[in-house]
C-alpha cells in the first residue's frame, strides 16, 4: 500500500521510543500543556459568557430596562403607557414609584430600594413572578401595606410571612414632639429568590401605599419598558420620550448597571488573552522538542537525503510530527473543556457540599452560584488558535533539519 514518506516517518517518529527519553518527556510535558491551556481557556470563558447571561436575564429581568419620569409625577400614566408601548421596540410598559430607605426588623437594620407597582402591570414587565419563592404579587392590595421582599433579606432580619418590618425614609416630618423620620409599619406577604444581590436590597408595595409613604399625591412617578433588545435601550428611551412631548427625565440600565456589564466584557477579555498566553507558551514548547528530535536524527537526515529525500520533504516529515502533537493536545483540550463547561456548575456545587463552604456569597457577588454558558463561537476560536500555533511552531524546527548537510553529518558515522 503508498504511503506518503513524509507522513510515514513523520507518524514513525512521533510514535517510537525514542533512546533520548528526556525529549519524550518534553514532548508529553508540551501536548499535555497544550491540552490544559485549551481547556482551562474554554471553561473560564464559558464561566464568563455564564455571568453575561446571568446579568441579561436575573438582575436586568428585575431593574428597568429603560424609564421615563415626569418632575412632578404622572397624573394619567395610562396614557402614557399607550403612547410608549406604540414603539415597536417596547413590549411593555408599567407604572412605579421609586425610593430610598432602610428596614428595620429582627434587631437589623438595612438600606433597601423601594418599589411602588401594580401587580397586574408589574407581571408584564419584571420576571419577579417566576421567582417568588413565597406569596404572590396578588397579596400586594392597596391599603393593606403589604411588602414583598428579598430571600436574603428575609435571612438576614430573619422574617418570615405575616411578620412586621418598619421602613423609613431619609425624610423629616415636623410634629408636636419635635421633628421626627417618616415611617410606616408593613407586613411582609412575599418572599422572593433571583439569586442575585437584588433579593438583599429589594422590595416592592402597592403603588398606591407607596404614594402614601413617600407622598407623591396618587402620582405615578414614571413608567419602567421593557424592550425587545437590551443593547438599545438608550436610544428607545430617547425615542418614545420625544414622542410624549413635555419634560420628562428618562433612564436606562446602562447607566444603573450598566458597569456591572462593561466589567465583564472586559474582564472575559483580559482573561482571554491572558490564557491565551498559556496555550502560546505551550505551543512554543513545541519548537524545543522538534530542535531536540533534530537534533537527535542528523544522521537519519542525512541518510535521507542521500537516498533522494529533497528539503522540502525533510521539512515536512518534522512539521508532521509537530502538528501531531498539537492535534493531539488541542482537540483532547477541547474535548475536555467542553465537558468542564458544561458541568462546571454542577462539580462547583458538589465541592461547595463536601466542603460546607459556598463560594460565590450573594452578600459580595450579584449572583450566588457559578454560571456557565458554552458559547460553539469560542470553542471554534480558541481550537484554530490552539492549531495554528502548534502549526506556526514547527516551522523552524522543520526549517533547521531542511538544512542538514549530509556529508557533514554523516563524517564522524
Known amino acids: 500500500m503508498f504511503k506518503p514518506l513524509s507522513l510515514y516517518v513523520g507518524l514513525r517518529y512521533t510514535a517510537a521510543k525514542r533512546r533520548n527519553h528526556f525529549i519524550s518527556f518534553i514532548s508529553l510535558t508540551s501536548m499535555i500543556g497544550l491540552m490544559l491551556g485549551v481547556a482551562v481557556l474554554i471553561i473560564v470563558l464559558s464561566v464568563m459568557n455564564g455571568f453575561d447571561r446571568e446579568l441579561k436575564q436575573r438582575i436586568l429581568g428585575m431593574v428597568p430596562h429603560a424609564t421615563i419620569q415626569a418632575p412632578d409625577g404622572m397624573d394619567d400614566w395610562q396614557s402614557v403607557d399607550e403612547k410608549v408601548t406604540r414603539h415597536p421596540q417596547v413590549i411593555a410598559a408599567a407604572p412605579f414609584i421609586q425610593g430610598q430607605g432602610m428596614v428595620t426588623g429582627g434587631g437589623e437594620v438595612r438600606g433597601v430600594m423601594i418599589n411602588g407597582v401594580l401587580p397586574e402591570e408589574e407581571r408584564t414587565v419584571s420576571i419577579i413572578e417566576n421567582h417568588m419563592e413565597q406569596g404572590s404579587l396578588n397579596d400586594l392590595r392597596a391599603g393593606e401595606f403589604g411588602i414583598i421582599i428579598g430571600r436574603l433579606m428575609a435571612r438576614n432580619l430573619r422574617l418570615g410571612i405575616g411578620d412586621k418590618i418598619t421602613i423609613v425614609l431619609p425624610e423629616a416630618t415636623l410634629s408636636p414632639a419635635g421633628v421626627l423620620p417618616r415611617l410606616k409599619r408593613f407586613e411582609v406577604k412575599g418572599i422572593f429568590s433571583v439569586g442575585a444581590e437584588l433579593d438583599g436590597s429589594y422590595t416592592l408595595v402597592h403603588m398606591d401605599d407607596a404614594a402614601k409613604l413617600m407622598r407623591t399625591g396618587g402620582k405615578a412617578q414614571g413608567v419602567r419598558l421593557l424592550l425587545d433588545d437590551l443593547f438599545s435601550a438608550p436610544r428607545v428611551a430617547n425615542e418614545t420620550a420625544r414622542t ?170
Open 244 to 413: 410624549l412631548g413635555g419634560r420628562y427625565y428618562i433612564s436606562d440600565w446602562t447607566r444603573t448597571h450598566g458597569n456591572l456589564f462593561q466589567a465583564i466584557q472586559m474582564e472575559k477579555t483580559m482573561i482571554g488573552l491572558l490564557l491565551m498566553f498559556i496555550v502560546a507558551v505551550a505551543a512554543f514548547n513545541i519548537v524545543s522538542t522538534l530542535v531536540m528530535v533534530v537534533t537527535d536524527k542528523t544522521g537519519d537526515i542525512a541518510i535521507l537525503r542521500t537516498m533522494g529525500a529533497t528539503p522540502g520533504r525533510i521539512m515536512r516529515i518534522f512539521i508532521i510530527q509537530g502538528a501531531v502533537i498539537g492535534i493531539v493536545g488541542t482537540l483532547t483540550g477541547t474535548a475536555l473543556g467542553i465537558l468542564g463547561a458544561l458541568n462546571i456548575s454542577g462539580i462547583i456545587s458538589w465541592i461547595e457540599g463536601v466542603l460546607g463552604q459556598q463560594f460565590l456569597s450573594a452578600d459580595v457577588y450579584f449572583i450566588s452560584y457559578l454560571p456557565s454558558q458554552l458559547q460553539w463561537a469560542d470553542v471554534i476560536v480558541i481550537s484554530g488558535s490552539g492549531l495554528a500555533l502548534s502549526l506556526l511552531a514547527t516551522i523552524y524546527p522543520a526549517w533547521r533539519a531542511s538544512r542538514v548537510d549530509p556529508a557533514e553529518a554523516l563524517r564522524y558515522e
